[in-house]
């Protein structure tokens, strides 16, 4: 079995960064396609960015390019989400999933994102 631990998520203010990690519990992570996405309260959830191993490709949404950067280190079995300039539109509780078919998702860390 795959467990997805996300965290970093915290209070900060826009224009600043934050740095989301996933980690995997129970197996390796670059057996998965990985991604993130988020949700925010009253909206529907969305699609931020994708990472697939052998080659290492990534993917981000239209909406954080330039800003944000998913990368993952299979040795230690960690995802990661570098989130740089945050907006106030950036407020979601963020997810970390696994599998082409999102078949493993964490709890979710919170990012909230004040003026």
């Known amino acids: 079995q795959l467990y997805l631990v996300e965290s970093g998520g915290g209070l900060v203010q826009a224009g600043e960064s934050l740095r989301l990690s996933c980690k995997a519990v129970?197996?390796?992570?670059?057996?998965?396609?990985m991604a993130w996405y988020r949700q925010n309260p009253g909206k529907d959830r969305e699609f931020v960015a994708g990472l697939w191993w052998s080659p290492e490709r990534t993917f981000v949404a239209d909406s954080v390019k330039g800003r944000f950067t998913i990368s993952g280190d299979s040795n230690k079995s960690t995802l990661y989400l570098q989130m740089n300039n945050l907006k106030i539109e950036d407020t979601a509780k963020y997810y970390c999933t696994a599998g082409d078919t999102h078949d493993y998702w964490g709890q979710g860390t919170t990012v909230t994102v004040s003026a």
């Open positions: 129970g197996r390796s992570l670059s057996g998965y396609r």
